[in-house]
Nanobody, 117 residues
Framework: QVQLVESGGGLVQPGGSLRLSCTVS????????VGWYRQAPGKERELVAS?????????NYAESVKGRFTVSRDKAQTTSYLQMNSLTPEDTAVYYC?????????WGQGTQVTVSS
């Protein structure tokens, strides 16, 4: 069974940076396609970044994070990263990674990111 394990969240001041990680555990699986989502209190879960394809050339970002967030993947394609810079309080949320296994979405457990002074 494929599982995703996230890490890297925490408390950061406005203007700061964090790097989230999403690692495959359980059954061997390649993160050929991966999406990063976030959900703030009282709001719906939204897609903030995605990477598709073995070459990783198909990358998309939500308008709200363009120029500040960067999604990447290691060469083994077992870990994805979300580098978040110039964080603002509006980025406060629980962040999730997701991939699809045989068409079934697999979600990580989520990691809390809090941006506050």
């Amino acid at each position: 069974q494929v599982q995703l394990v996230e890490s890297g969240g925490g408390l950061v001041q406005p203007g700061g940076s964090l790097r989230l990680s999403c690692t495959v555990s359980g059954r061997r699986w390649s993160l050929n396609s991966v999406g990063w989502y976030r959900q703030a209190p009282g709001k719906e879960r939204e897609l903030v970044a995605s990477m598709r394809g073995g070459g990783g050339a198909d990358i998309n970002y939500a308008e709200s994070v363009k120029g500040r967030f960067t999604v990447s993947r290691d060469k083994a394609q077992t870990t994805s990263y979300l580098q978040m810079n110039s964080l603002t309080p509006e980025d406060t949320a629980v962040y999730y990674c997701m991939t699809a296994v045989a068409g079934t979405p697999i979600w990580g457990q989520g990691t809390q990111v809090t941006v506050s002074s």
